[in-house]
């Protein structure tokens, strides 16, 4: 199993109070609160959506172990001879990543050490990235059974808001519009976000399908 967390959140949103209250058509001081909560439930929903990080934020992958990566993974269609590659690497989550700030594993005992970097190499063209093994590196070896792997990494367009592309940050602007539009609301249903929504965010998705090829979650 992984677990992802949080271990520095992004420091500013997508949009700013100006631009938001004047998307709304609100005025200055009114629902100031609410509306900067309904940012940051827009910015999260939207990070769900596309499995990406919008603004930096720095992550701790957290894994049980590594001997999985170097099982031979059978890909395509196969009439003779083949050769099944084997899949060195760990995958990272909500890119888009910048760098890699260290990876350290825990023995039985709760002690830490840091993997040497020139046991990999980090993969940051691909998306998702992924911390690649490299042919002369080796897996850490006695790690404590839950948890023993920690990378921690940042992800994100950037620091600025600007570094976000724009149909993402209209996304945004839009389900909070949503949102306001329908704080309160008691329907027996769920009110679906806007098909527009999903049109702008549609091509920067990441399609995941609730398990890594780990047969670890995310």
Known sequence: ????????APSVEPTTDAET???LRTDTGVD???IQNLVIAAREWVEEYLNRTLINTTYQLFLDSVSETDVPLKEGFYTGFFRMPKNNFIELPRPPTSSVTHVKYYADDDS???????NYYVDNIRQPA??????DGSWPTDIRKANGLEVQY???YGTNRSDIPEPIRMAVLQYVAHLY????????KTVEPPAMLK???????IDRYGVSMYGRTY
């Open 1 to 8: 199993m992984s677990g992802l967390k949080v271990h520095t």
């Open 21 to 23: 209250i004047a998307y």
């Open 32 to 34: 100031t609160t609410l």
């Open 112 to 118: 830490v050490t840091t993997w040497a970097t020139s």
């Open 130 to 135: 992924r911390i690649v093994l490299r042919d």
């Open 154 to 156: 940042v992800s994100g």
């Open 181 to 188: 539009e329908h704080r309160g609301d008691t329907e027996a």
């Open 199 to 205: 049109s702008l965010l549609q091509p920067y998705k």
